[in-house]
């Protein structure tokens, strides 16, 4: 069976110095690392935390599997399912879909970690990808039929290519799939340092990656020609490849193999996708259509670079504020109001998908006593003299978690069901870019 080529994950060295010039940003919660997500505070994301925040929706991460025992994400997740090992247990083993699902969907003012776009959203875990980053296209089409099938409103698949045209190997019919039956698909644009996602007409939510600065990062596709293009916060670059610091990376939780809660700073369209899934989550829980959620984060993105859309970031960054609001309003009657505009008419307006509740996916059983334990928000909040109570972060030996570097060559495939070798694409995860030291909170 064609694998889908390994995500390339580097780390950097990283030093404590670097956080004292990191700004409090404006959002609030007593999670001890938001003052760390510039991300959040970007999109503006606490505005969907006092409508709905995405309740009663579900979010499928189709990745490499989601940590269960998280702390920030285990009161998050429902039933999954891992197509690597054909079981239930879609288990990370590799870090990348845990970080991913701390973005859309960590939990909220638990005083633990992180927060997230939105943080009243179920997870749905789908493991497609292995321990080194590795998977079949016939695994990702299946993941994603099955969560549609089991309840999925929302799917992120922080997927992308390298060495040969992902559409046409399944993806573009699992996406379609999805839409029909009323769930919005967000897809990577891809980290290949090159100019278009490949996509377009599919319906699709293609998301490029921004900087702290709205500029698009080195590592960063744009959207091309998707009909449905949109850019987020994916981070800037680390030492590694040429870039800034650490702290314009994007933290999130993350998974390590024989430790716990553990949270880890990356960068790349990987990260920028979740954002958007979020994103859609809230608008949908708050009564929204597939056809009018999609409409809306469209419509409401906050326009940079090109005057208008252009090819790089698509309609704009993603501005969940200027969104909320523009739900808000249209729900409330008007004589005078303007009818909310729709997507391209080429794609029909998608049926809306009965919401149903999972059941708690299992859980691994930890090797070690946890060593985070809840605690209250962090006394002071400014980290700009390094002071009170906020987080820092230590200093990692150059290289660690490397795990692979170069682009990956298309791999001959035979799988009669996504079209034999003609259609055996390569694909990584793009978490590609970049992860550096860990996260961890300085108990004061």
């Given at each position: 069976?064609?694998?889908?080529?390994?995500?390339?994950?580097?780390?950097?060295?990283?030093?404590?110095a670097?956080?004292?010039t990191?700004?409090v940003v404006?959002?609030?919660?007593?999670?001890?690392l938001?003052?760390?997500?510039?991300?959040?505070?970007?999109?503006?994301?606490?505005?969907?935390?006092?409508?709905t925040a995405?309740?009663?929706?579900?979010?499928?991460?189709?990745?490499?599997?989601?940590?269960?025992?998280?702390?920030?994400?285990r009161?998050?997740?429902?039933?999954?399912?891992?197509?690597?090992?054909?079981?239930?247990?879609?288990?990370?083993?590799h870090?990348?879909?845990?970080?991913?699902?701390?973005?859309?969907?960590?939990?909220?003012?638990n005083?633990?970690?992180?927060?997230?776009?939105?943080?009243?959203?179920?997870?749905?875990?789908?493991?497609?990808?292995?321990?080194?980053?590795?998977?079949?296209?016939?695994?990702?089409?299946?993941?994603?039929?099955?969560?549609?099938?089991?309840?999925?409103?929302?799917?992120?698949?922080?997927?992308?290519?390298?060495g040969?045209?992902?559409?046409?190997?399944?993806?573009?019919?699992?996406?379609?799939?999805?839409?029909?039956?009323?769930v919005?698909?967000?897809?990577?644009?891809?980290?290949?340092?090159?100019?278009?996602?490949?996509?377009?007409?599919e319906?699709?939510?293609?998301?490029?990656?921004?900087?702290?600065?709205?500029?698009?990062p080195?590592?960063?596709?744009?959207?091309?020609?998707a009909q449905?293009?949109?850019?987020?916060?994916?981070?800037?670059?680390?030492?590694?490849?040429?870039?800034?610091?650490d702290?314009?990376?994007?933290?999130?939780?993350?998974?390590?193999?024989?430790?716990?809660?553990?949270?880890?700073?990356?960068?790349?369209?990987?990260?920028?996708a979740?954002?958007?899934?979020?994103?859609?989550?809230?608008?949908?829980?708050?009564?929204?259509?597939?056809?009018?959620?999609?409409?809306?984060?469209?419509?409401?993105?906050?326009?940079?670079?090109?005057?208008?859309?252009?090819?790089?970031?698509?309609?704009?960054?993603?501005?969940?504020?200027?969104?909320?609001?523009?739900?808000?309003?249209?729900?409330?009657?008007?004589?005078?109001?303007?009818?909310?505009p729709?997507?391209?008419?080429?794609?029909?307006?998608?049926p809306?998908?009965?919401?149903?509740?999972?059941?708690?996916?299992?859980?691994?059983?930890?090797?070690?006593?946890?060593?985070?334990?809840?605690q209250?928000?962090?006394?002071?909040?400014s980290?700009?003299?390094?002071?009170?109570?906020?987080?820092?972060?230590?200093?990692?030996?150059?290289?660690?978690?490397?795990?692979?570097?170069?682009?990956?060559?298309p791999?001959?495939?035979?799988?009669?069901?996504?079209?034999?070798?003609?259609?055996?694409?390569?694909?990584?995860?793009?978490?590609?870019?970049?992860?550096?030291?860990?996260?961890?909170?300085r108990?004061?």
């Open positions: 069976m064609p694998l889908v080529p390994r995500l390339i994950v580097a780390a950097a060295a990283t030093a404590m670097a956080m004292s990191t700004p404006a959002v609030t919660s007593n999670d001890p938001v003052e760390l997500q510039w991300n959040l505070d970007k999109v503006g994301a606490d505005a969907g935390w006092a409508e995405g309740s009663g929706m579900i979010i499928a991460i189709v990745d490499t599997g989601v940590d269960l025992d998280h702390e920030d994400l009161d998050q997740i429902v039933a999954g399912r891992d197509f690597v090992d054909d079981d239930d247990d879609p288990s990370d083993e870090g990348h879909g845990t970080h991913v699902a701390g973005i859309a969907a960590a939990a909220k003012g005083g633990l970690g992180v927060a997230s776009v939105a943080p009243a959203a179920r997870i749905m875990p789908i493991r497609v990808l292995d321990e080194g980053g590795d998977g079949a296209m016939a695994d990702v089409r299946a993941g994603v039929q099955w969560a549609v099938d089991h309840g999925a409103d929302v799917v992120n698949l922080s997927l992308g290519v390298q040969a045209a992902l559409l046409g190997t399944g993806l573009e019919e699992a996406v379609r799939y999805a839409w029909d039956r009323g919005i698909a967000v897809v990577a644009a891809g980290n290949e340092f090159v100019l278009s996602s490949g996509f377009g007409d319906p699709a939510l293609v998301v490029s990656a921004t900087t702290r600065n709205d500029q698009k080195g590592y960063s596709n744009g959207v091309g020609a449905w293009g949109i850019a987020a916060p994916g981070g800037g670059s680390t030492s590694i490849t040429g870039g800034g610091p702290e314009d990376l994007v933290p999130s939780t993350f998974w390590i193999s024989g430790e716990q809660n553990q949270y880890r700073y990356m960068s790349g369209t990987s990260m920028a979740p954002h958007v899934a979020g994103a859609a989550a809230a608008l949908r829980s708050m009564g929204l259509s597939p056809t009018d959620t999609v409409a809306t984060l469209l419509d409401t993105a906050h326009d940079i670079g090109a005057s208008g859309e252009d090819s790089t970031f698509g309609h704009g960054r993603l501005d969940v504020a200027a969104a909320i609001s523009a739900a808000r309003d249209d729900q409330e009657p008007t004589p005078a109001r303007t009818p909310a729709t997507p391209p008419p080429t794609i029909a307006p998608a809306t998908a009965a919401t149903t509740t999972g059941t708690p996916a299992p859980t691994t059983s930890p090797t070690t006593p946890a060593t985070s334990e809840q209250p928000p962090p006394e002071g909040g980290t700009g003299d390094g002071g009170g109570g906020g987080p820092e972060l230590p200093t990692v030996p150059e290289g660690e978690g490397q795990i692979g570097a170069a682009p990956s060559q791999v001959p495939g035979d799988d009669p069901d996504i079209g034999g070798p003609a259609a055996a694409a390569a694909l990584a995860a793009t978490g590609v870019g970049v992860a550096a030291a860990r996260l961890r909170r108990l004061g």
